[in-house]
Nanobody, 116 residues
Framework: QVQLVESGGGLVQPGGSLRLSCAAS????????MAWYRQAPGAQRDLVAG???????NYVDSVKGRFTISRDNTKNTVYLQMNSLKPEDTAVYYC??????????WGQGTQVTVSS
């Protein structure tokens, strides 16, 4: 029943910026750790950034210093600010929330394309 809806993807030139948003459908959001993953063509879905319910963050090495994950618990929304974008950042970006068991909830994904 939990729904995650991503937005903010698009086409951007190298060096540009985008901000992704993920809105959750329920107030359970406030007690859940959240994360952004991405999946490029021919690749697995990999963790990009995570944030605990208390705001502790972590990032994959390739985006450190360029991406920032944040959350607004009053809006049930998690964000991913992406700066200094590179062509290798091109992927479908997915929002993830832990489920009641080993299977998480996923958003539908939003396409990010970095190209000149």
């Amino acid at each position: 029943q939990v729904q995650l809806v991503e937005s903010g993807g698009g086409l951007v030139q190298p060096g540009g910026s985008l901000r992704l948003s993920c809105a959750a459908s329920a107030s359970i959001f406030k007690i859940k750790a959240m994360a952004w993953y991405r999946q490029a063509p021919g690749a697995q879905r990999d963790l990009v950034a995570g944030i605990t319910k208390d705001g502790i963050t972590n990032y994959v090495d390739s985006v450190k210093g360029r991406f920032t994950i944040s959350r607004d618990n009053t809006k049930n929304t998690v964000y991913l600010q992406m700066n200094s974008l590179k062509p290798e950042d091109t992927a479908v970006y997915y929002c993830r929330m832990p489920g009641p068991g080993p299977f998480p909830y996923w958003g539908q994904g939003t396409q990010v394309t970095v190209s000149s």
